[in-house]
């Protein structure tokens, strides 16, 4: 466990014995576990697939089976898909598939760059074979002293604005217009660069 002022880092890898891989990662107020299983080969009667193949499922606490889910949900699935599937090694695994599950157990201010962290330490305790490997941090830039911060700071400022009567357009909950940019390279081919935009709340 790593300690800084308030925010807590815990990591478990192979929590649980069913999965091919697993985490428990928590930072701050923020808990997610990973589950990992596969890659399991696709058999003849199913569509052919010439590489592997991501099936990421979020499920929030509570919830066992995804029959009425939040359209959210939905982006979430697809950011982290399209994230990890340039990550994967493809050439080693044809074919297959394999399912990642993600269960929200505490959902705070930081829960994207949480279960990145947390599916990328699935992927290392399960042995997958990864062209690179990626870590995150929750950000924010204010634009208008173009400063980054931390959510818990972004949030402490906001508030003491609003405390001390000081002109504010917006606030932590209803800030549209910020956007995290993600830059994954590999360092082997830096011509590959990959670059991702998340746009939106998470």
Do not use: W
């Amino acid at each position: 466990m790593a300690t800084d002022n308030d925010d807590k880092h815990l990591m478990i890898l192979s929590n649980l014995n069913r999965s091919s891989g697993s985490s428990l990662y928590t930072f701050g107020d923020n808990i997610v576990q990973c589950s990992l299983f596969g890659p399991n080969p696709i058999s003849s009667s199913q569509n052919l697939l010439k590489k592997n193949y991501f099936v990421i499922l979020l499920y929030p606490l509570g919830q066992i089976k995804n029959l009425t889910k939040d359209k959210s949900l939905f982006y979430y699935e697809f950011y982290f898909k399209m994230t990890f599937s340039p990550m994967v090694y493809h050439a080693l695994l044809p074919r297959s598939r394999t399912y990642i599950i993600l269960n929200e157990i505490e959902k705070g201010s930081s829960f994207l760059s949480t279960a990145l962290n947390a599916i990328t330490l699935s992927l290392i305790d399960c042995g997958y074979p990864l062209n690179y490997c990626i870590g995150t941090c929750g950000l924010i830039l204010d634009k208008r002293d173009n400063k980054m911060y931390r959510e818990k700071e972004f949030k402490e400022k906001c508030e003491k604005n609003v405390r001390s009567y000081e002109p504010i357009t917006f606030t932590f909950e209803t800030c549209d217009f910020i956007k995290a940019r993600f830059h994954i390279s590999n360092r082997n081919t830096d011509s590959k660069t990959v670059s991702i935009l998340a746009e939106g709340k998470f």
